[in-house]
């Protein structure tokens, strides 16, 4: 079994709604071999990974995948890879389920499968897919193994090492506690590095925390908790009860300061945390001394406290609030007259709460220095057996992250504990404290039992509360989402999502620039570039995930608009978990063959997603089948529809029933866009009204219009806002490069477009026809290089039914063809087509070619260029230099137009092709006699 491909997708895809991990597999020789079929294979497996027995599989109750591995044949080792990289993802902590393979599909595939399995943490999720591929390989006889597993595999070995990747890259306890309380508010966030530190909440709503320090974490108040000695003093000056305090900065000054204290005395850090360096109940000066040489391994400056007897406990304060007590015990055994104190530790250690660092609940025992020196003063050594019932602890400290256990004792404080803790928290500052109260009974007050505070602690962890050894968890991430999103306060900013074949960037530009005049700070991706309320801050094509979250994660934006391609879909699917609207405009042929899209059919799939995950609002293209199909996918609470056929008989039900719609009327002034929504009837805007249709007569920007107007409406934005929008946005190409720019300054009229399939050619193409046009009609043509040859020969076809002279040429990037096989197809198809030879021409460079259309145009002729490079050729417009042009293709300007020679298709048996270059670098094709 080999490792085709592997894909990560990062939020919503076509495979679930949430983030997978996509192995492309080939199973070779192995597909004649089903799991039932290896000898021995499924008890081997079963007993690398008896947890295998939970999965229910297709059969939905434990002991399902189980069954598929045995009944007959048994399972596919794909569906085997499934499993196994789920369940080798648990052991290392993640809490994931969901799994489904399927066959690749199609004739050279037989064989290949994709395994799609949920991941947490995307580095842990794909290195347990590798291991799970090992483990299976391992398993095999050795005429099935790949090359990738051998006999000297050590399964153990490599879920420890794994285990500890998890540990680095997973989120921790605490930070998890947060997360899961934000979901449950549903309140979105983003990781935003490999650690802990996480934004909640969408633009200039967003909150962060970096485990459980929060952005309204006083950093003043942060620097005084990690002075030990300094938030001493201040509790003290308060009255609250803390332990006498001494600094030393070597062993015979602690020494010195131990006995002024007196006997028994705590040796820590000054600034360290998690019970590292800290020594207890030290009664002798040479104690002290070797506690001072190891508490300075994590500080310079150390603290000599006088020693309070009783237990820790600590006491987690939000927002000035007690939310949780724990008891922390030191980790310890318990002598049984058996085994030997290691013997004990393991035993200990075999305890399935246990695991390495944060993994599990509790954390695994190991001997060190403090073990050590509590042997030592017992006079006992791992080889000790400790008599039945006897306690030996190896901590000092109830530390979890040391092997410590915890009890709830939240529902037993004492009020004046309570206060206490309170206080304490506000005279630090920390709107979320741990504080670390000594005492003998935490349900006595101190002021009749006594104790002390001896720290408080920014950023405390969560570990103890949520998964207590003993006693009721609690739910501390709830008080902590509550203090910074109170009730009523917003997390989410709105989000429209726009997708399709044709339109989106127009319309997501239309919407952006409509809710700009309504006010408000828009995040704009698209395919130029994000921008902030206007300004460009990244260039490129910001269509995918990334953009997205870039928007998200800005704290200036109010409203986010976001052009949505099939391209990021399929890549690592959406940015973000749930859109409020989300539009799709049309479904037309285009990148069809790439990517695992093969049919129109499934490129809806996909463009489906933006529906799926719509909340409010699903606006539908209902001129369209594959679009209208989607209603059944969306939970959104309302659909909307667009139609440009006033007759729509499901759209007329839709109205009926109170439903939203936009319907483009005809009236005897022209044509209206209207809307209705709740039975009211909406007249919007006349067609011609709008900058951006060229007086009506471009009905593709007319849709795009009204699937503008659509979303803004469902966005809450006025009707009379939202008209006002459409009539102040043109498509100059500064508001909407390659969109539709006319350029009006030359004797001939030019319009630039990024059209580059064929239902943007035909949209086009009726625009042309529409338009009053004296002259010729001339078009400067391409497609793109990893299209389908009948997508470009389909392209090429549409722009001759429409154009009286077509050019034909390649973009800058052939995308893996030959440098002039695109203009070949496309003349290949005209020529096939019956398409006058005088008719068309090849220029192979494209500012080569947009030269020679340019240079063509006559007073009253169209030139319409279809770009690429949309920044050089709209130069090219600009600065064009009528009289050089004539010059350089021949001819007069006003004269009889030039003539460029036919080309011949680049085949053998038809002849050649050659390309003539000049001076300026405009190549042209001639026929070559054989």
Same mark, same amino acid.
């Given at each position: ?396 400290? %109830?530390?979890?992250? /040391?092997? &410590?256990?915890? =009890? !709830?004792?939240?529902?037993? $404080?004492?009020? #004046? ?105 828009? %995040?704009?991706?698209? /395919?130029? &570039?994000?921008? =902030? !309320?206007?300004?460009?801050? $990244?260039?490129? #094509? ?120 936009? $319907? ?267």
């Amino acid at each position: 079994m080999k490792i085709l491909e592997r894909r990560v997708y990062r939020g919503p895809n076509q495979y679930a709604l949430f983030p997978v991990m996509r192995f492309t597999v080939d199973l070779g020789a192995l597909e004649a071999w089903p799991s039932a079929k290896i000898e021995g294979f499924n008890a081997a497996l079963l007993a690398a990974l008896p947890s295998l027995g939970e999965h229910s599989c297709s059969y939905g109750v434990a002991g399902g995948f189980v069954r598929r591995l045995t009944e007959e044949d048994g399972t596919w080792l794909g569906h085997v890879l499934e499993h196994v990289a789920i369940e080798v993802e648990r052991l290392a902590g993640a809490n994931v389920s969901f799994g489904k393979t399927r066959a690749v599909g199609g004739p050279d595939a037989t064989g290949q499968y994709h395994v799609i399995y949920e991941y947490e943490e995307e580095r842990v999720g794909d290195a347990a897919g590798d291991l799970a591929h090992r483990l299976i390989d391992s398993l095999l006889p050795a005429e099935l193994r790949s090359s990738s597993s051998g006999d000297g595999f050590d399964y153990k070995a490599e879920l420890e090492e794994l285990i500890t990747l998890a540990q680095r890259r997973q989120l921790g306890p605490s930070t998890s506690a947060l997360v899961r309380a934000a979901e449950a508010r549903d309140i979105p966030w983003l990781r935003l590095n490999e650690a802990s530190l996480v934004q909640f909440g969408h633009g200039k709503y967003q909150k962060r925390i970096q485990a459980t320090i929060t952005s309204e974490t006083h950093h003043i108040a942060v620097s005084i908790a990690s002075d030990k000695e300094e938030t001493n003093r201040i509790l003290a000056d308060l009255g609250l009860p803390v332990p006498h305090q001494r600094l030393a900065r070597s062993a015979d000054e602690a020494a010195r300061a131990a006995k002024r204290l007196g006997y028994p005395v705590v040796v820590k850090p000054l600034d360290a945390n998690h019970g590292r360096g800290v020594s207890i109940d030290l009664k002798t000066d040479g104690e002290v001394r070797l506690a001072f040489d190891k508490a300075r391994e994590f500080a310079r400056t150390i603290v000599i406290e006088s020693f309070i007897a009783g237990h820790d406990h600590r006491m987690l304060v939000v927002g000035g609030n007690l939310i949780a007590v724990a008891k922390r015990v030191p980790g310890h055994v318990v002598g049984d007259g058996v085994h030997t104190i290691a013997e004990l530790v393991d035993l200990v250690n075999q305890d399935p709460r246990r695991g390495i660092g944060h993994e599990k609940v509790l954390t695994r025992l190991e001997f060190d220095h403090q073990a050590d020196r509590l042997m030592e003063q017992k006079g006992v050594s791992q080889a000790t057996v400790l008599p039945d019932g006897e306690v030996f602890f190896l901590r000092s400290t %109830g530390n979890l992250s /040391t092997g &410590g256990t915890a =009890i !709830d004792l939240t529902d037993v $404080v004492h009020p #004046d504990n309570r206060e206490m803790a309170s206080r304490a928290a506000k005279a630090i500052g920390l709107d979320v404290a741990g504080i670390d109260f000594i005492t003998t009974d935490i349900s006595r007050s101190y002021r009749e039992v006594g104790g002390g505070i001896c720290e408080v602690n920014a950023a405390p962890g969560f570990r103890m509360h949520v998964a207590p050894t003993e006693g009721k968890p609690r739910d501390v991430g709830a008080p902590v989402m509550e203090m910074l999103f109170p009730p009523g306060t917003p997390a989410r900013i709105p989000i429209a999502s726009i997708t399709g074949t044709n339109g989106k960037t127009t319309t997501t530009r239309m919407l952006a620039h409509i809710h700009k005049m309504d006010g408000k700070k828009v %995040g704009l991706a698209t /395919t130029d &570039g994000v921008y =902030i !309320d206007g300004v460009r801050t $990244v260039v490129g #094509d910001m269509t995918g995930p990334r953009a997205a979250q870039m928007v998200l994660r800005d704290p200036d934006v109010d409203l986010a608009v976001l052009e949505t391609a099939r391209g990021g879909l399929v890549r690592a699917g959406m940015g973000y978990r749930a859109c409020d609207v989300g539009a799709v405009l049309n479904v037309t042929s285009d990148h069809l063959g790439m990517r695992g899209v093969d049919t129109l059919e499934q490129l809806a799939e996909v463009k489906r997603i933006v529906v799926e995950v719509a909340r409010d609002c699903a606006v539908l293209n209902a001129d369209d089948d594959l679009c209208l199909r989607m209603a059944d996918h969306t939970k959104a609470s309302r659909i909307a529809y667009v139609t440009m056929n006033p007759r729509h008989e499901l759209v007329r039900k839709h109205i009926a029933s109170g439903g939203i719609a936009a $319907v483009l009327e005809e009236q005897i002034r022209g044509q209206m866009i209207t809307l209705y929504d709740r039975g009211a009837h909406l007249p919007l805007l006349w067609t011609h009204l709008i900058p951006a249709t060229l007086e009506g007569r471009a009905l593709h920007n007319v849709q795009n219009a009204m699937f503008a107007a659509t979303i803004a409406h469902a966005m809450g934005v006025k009707i009379e806002n939202i008209r006002q929008g459409l009539r102040t946005f043109d498509t100059t190409f500064f508001q909407a490069p390659g969109r539709l720019n006319v350029y009006d300054k030359l004797p001939f009229k030019v319009i630039l477009d990024y059209g580059h399939n064929s239902a943007a050619m035909k949209a086009m193409a009726d625009l042309v026809r529409r338009l009053d046009v004296s002259g010729r009609r001339i078009a400067v043509v391409s497609a793109p290089g990893d299209r389908r040859d009948e997508d470009i020969a389909d392209i090429a076809r549409q722009a001759a039914a429409a154009f009286d002279h077509v050019i034909l040429r390649r973009d800058d990037d052939p995308r893996g063809r030959d440098l002039d096989e695109v203009p070949a197809i496309m003349a290949r198809a005209l020529r096939e087509a019956g398409v006058p030879a005088d008719r068309y021409s090849i220029v192979v460079d494209e500012a080569a070619a947009v030269d020679a259309g340019l240079a063509m145009g006559r007073p009253g002729d169209l030139v319409v260029l279809f770009g690429d490079n949309l920044t050089r050729s709209w130069k090219q417009i600009i600065y064009f230099n009528a009289q050089d042009a004539a010059e350089l293709i021949g001819g007069e300007q006003g004269g009889e137009p030039p003539v460029l020679v036919p080309p011949v298709v680049h085949e053998p048996e038809v002849g050649g092709l050659t390309l003539i270059a000049d001076e300026r670098g405009v190549r042209l094709a001639r026929e070559t006699e054989d």
